[in-house]
């Protein structure tokens, strides 16, 4: 199995930056996408970013030019660095990783962490 902690969520101000950060761990032969996905209250989860293992990205428009999504290969892990960011950003933050494990290279597996708040406001 795969475990993914995610860290870096917060209040912040309008305007402000946050860095979110999601680490998998467990039995990982090879990650394929990672990406980030928000919820805020009363809404459907919604994809923020997407980046391939071979680092393609794909954002949301309500994200495009203000966030950056990025990947450490060698750590597993994915970073989102969001600026500007606005009081609709507001959301829990959940990280996706899509895995081939060890001993089980032909099923993609699906792994989603347990999500980080972001709070902005004044």
């Known amino acids: 199995q795969v475990q993914l902690v995610e860290s870096g969520g917060g209040l912040v101000q309008p305007g402000g930056s946050l860095r979110l950060s999601c680490a998998a761990s467990?039995?990982?032969?090879?990650?394929?996408?990672m990406g980030w996905y928000r919820q805020a209250p009363g809404k459907e989860r919604e994809s923020v970013a997407v980046?391939?293992?071979?680092?393609?990205?794909n954002y949301a428009d309500s994200v495009k030019g203000r966030s950056t999504i990025s990947r450490d290969n060698a750590k597993n892990t994915v970073y989102l660095q969001m600026n500007s960011l606005k009081p609709k950003d507001t959301a829990v933050y959940y990280c996706?990783?899509?895995?081939?494990?060890?001993?089980?290279?032909?099923?993609?597996?699906?792994?989603w962490g347990q999500g980080t708040q972001v709070t902005v406001s004044s």
């Open positions: 467990g039995s990982i032969f090879s990650i394929n996408a």
């Open positions: 996706n990783a899509e895995a081939f494990l060890n001993g089980d290279y032909e099923v993609l597996h699906d792994y």
């Open positions: 980046i391939s293992s071979g680092g393609s990205t």
